[in-house]
């Protein structure tokens, strides 16, 4: 059908008037159009038939080429068709753009539901009954290419028992788990209890580090010394203050008292200062006997090497007591004085020249102390209590308490110590008869009768046989309360005691620990003591 001028489409075809168009068109070498009413028109359209066979084979060729670069044909169906057809499928929603890059981080916190499936990002909720979108890479932002991190930081918060982020995830977004539970359990577990005590100084007067795995970074700390003369019962009061009970073993004590053979030697069981720390926080510190006979007949039967410092071996166990009680006046918030009998005057001078080689500590408080109302809280000094240790029944009368309130007041006037106001008997309702101004001037003073009287009920008076029945079922008369009773009132004015700073600065219990290890090598290298060695010799 190529003559016809419309094809089915009703479309025209360019190929067949394309050549008469160019004809018509086509300028003789002037300028417009060709006139085909003009002379010799006719002439050139319709010529002799060999130039119209060319120009048809032209014509052919030029339309075979203009019919493969033809436009493309759009097909469209009327309205009325067009509206019976059914209507198209609606394509997938796309995931929308992520915003732009905001001022503030974004935070992202997913429930514990979507730690089950795949990581999908934080889309609109599919209503009930809908199919759920399938997951969709998120698009970066426009200007942002691909793997290129956002300009504020994003933060993903996951709970515990979250399963793993997926890798896209994890390489876009930094994730912030919380610690593990066993770590804030491990801050909670009460401290390691002891079970007896460790050396602090060895008997070759060297400082020992193993206390320190026992201490923590607190500072509710009290710190209690004991000293006194040999064999009379520093370490059953310390165990009985500490941790122990009248009933129990003494062999089971935290601080080893001394055994039945040892008392047989005349030997001392405590060597160096032995170190105990209780579940309340409170260091009971034990030391070895000051001025003691059995060290000196060691050092005098060993033939014991002495520092070269010392000629003769009772002047280095005198600045061996010495030592240590310096360094109890130091680092101790109260240091308990034990004598077995009333009283040692070479005991009290002994106090006073240790008070007086003590290493000079600055004092943070500037409390006044009551045994002295000079130039005290220039300097720190330690509470001191007197415990008269074994005290006979005689000891209990209130003109005998007197007496040794006044004896004791009388010979330590000139110390700093303090020595009075911290702890009564009178009080702890240990005598309920006696008035409160009954002492006139009361002193740290406390009184332990032996603990083996409690059980020996011979030895106790009791009614005579003239007398009713009813009293000879009563218990024998003491004069004292128990000794159960006072250990009890004992610990417990102890441990109430003030605890004033040792340093310039709050000490923790580990601090405490490295501050005690300087002054016990400053009081080593004291140059009081030294000098006051040279003049005992």
């Known amino acids: 059908m190529e003559g016809s001028a419309m094809s089915e489409s009703g479309h025209s075809q360019p190929g067949l008037y394309g050549l008469e168009r160019r004809r018509r068109w086509k300028e003789p070498g002037s300028g417009g159009p ?29 339309t075979g080429t203009s019919v493969m670069q033809k436009t493309p044909i759009i097909l ?31 935070v992202l916190m997913k429930p514990r539901e979507e730690s089950k499936g795949p990581a999908s990002g934080a889309g609109a909720p599919v209503p009930e009954g809908a199919t759920p979108p399938p997951p969709v890479t ?27 982020t997926t890798p896209a995830a994890m390489d876009r977004v930094p994730v912030f788990c919380p610690l593990p539970a066993v770590v804030g359990q491990a801050k909670l577990l009460p401290p390691e209890r002891m079970k007896h005590s460790i050396k602090l100084v060895d008997d070759q007067m060297n400082w020992c580090d193993s206390a320190i795995e026992y201490l923590l970074d607190q500072t509710d700390v009290l710190v209690v010394g004991v000293l006194g003369l040999q064999g009379t019962g520093k370490s059953m009061v310390m165990s009985l203050l500490s941790a122990n009970t009248p009933e129990e073993d003494q062999r089971a004590y935290v601080f080893r008292a001394q055994s039945a053979e040892m008392k047989e030697r005349g030997g001392n069981q405590t060597s160096g200062i032995d170190f105990f720390i209780t579940q309340e926080r409170i260091v009971f510190l034990d030391t070895q006997p000051i001025l003691s006979p059995s060290i000196l007949d060691h050092l005098i039967n060993n033939d014991r090497k002495l520092p070269p410092e010392y000629n003769l071996p009772h002047t280095y166990v005198e600045m061996q007591s010495l030592q240590i009680a310096a360094f109890l006046f130091t680092v101790c918030h109260v240091v308990i004085v034990v004598q077995d009998w009333f009283t040692d005057l070479s005991l009290y001078r002994f106090l006073q020249t240790a008070e007086m080689v003590k290493p000079s500590t600055p004092s943070p408080s500037h409390e006044a102390s009551s045994s002295s109302g000079s130039d005290e809280g220039t300097e720190y000094y330690p509470h001191l209590v007197f415990l008269q240790n074994k005290a006979r029944r005689e000891d209990f009368c209130p003109q005998k308490l007197r007496q040794m309130h006044l004896v004791i007041d009388q010979l330590m006037a000139h110390s700093h110590l303090r020595y009075k106001g911290t702890l009564s008997m009178l009080q702890c309702n240990v005598f309920p008869g006696l008035p409160p101004d009954f002492l006139d001037s009361e002193v740290n003073l406390f009184l332990v009768p032996f603990m083996d009287a409690e059980g020996d009920s011979e030895s106790l008076p009791r009614a005579g046989p003239g007398s009713s029945p009813l009293f000879s079922l009563l218990p024998g008369y003491r004069g004292h309360p128990s000794f159960q009773s006072l250990v009890t009132k004992l610990r417990s004015q102890v441990m109430s005691m003030a605890r004033p700073q040792l340093s310039h600065t709050i000490l923790t219990e580990k601090n405490w620990f490295h501050y005690a290890a300087r002054i016990w090598d400053g009081v080593k290298k004291s140059s009081a003591l030294a000098e006051y060695s040279r003049l005992l010799a």
């Open 34 to 62: 060709q006139n085909l009413s003009g002379p010799g028109g006719r002439e050139r359209d319709y010529g002799a038939p060999w130039e119209r066979d060319r120009e048809r084979r032209d014509g052919n060729e030029e």
């Open 76 to 106: 469209s169906k009327p309205p009325a068709e067009r509206s019976k057809l059914p209507p198209p499928p609606t394509p997938a929603p796309t995931a929308p753009p992520a915003p732009a890059p905001l001022d503030k981080p974004i």
């Open 138 to 164: 998120p698009t970066p932002p426009k200007g942002e290419k691909e793997g290129q991190r956002p300009t504020q930081p994003v933060y993903q918060i996951q709970n515990r028992g979250m399963g793993a």
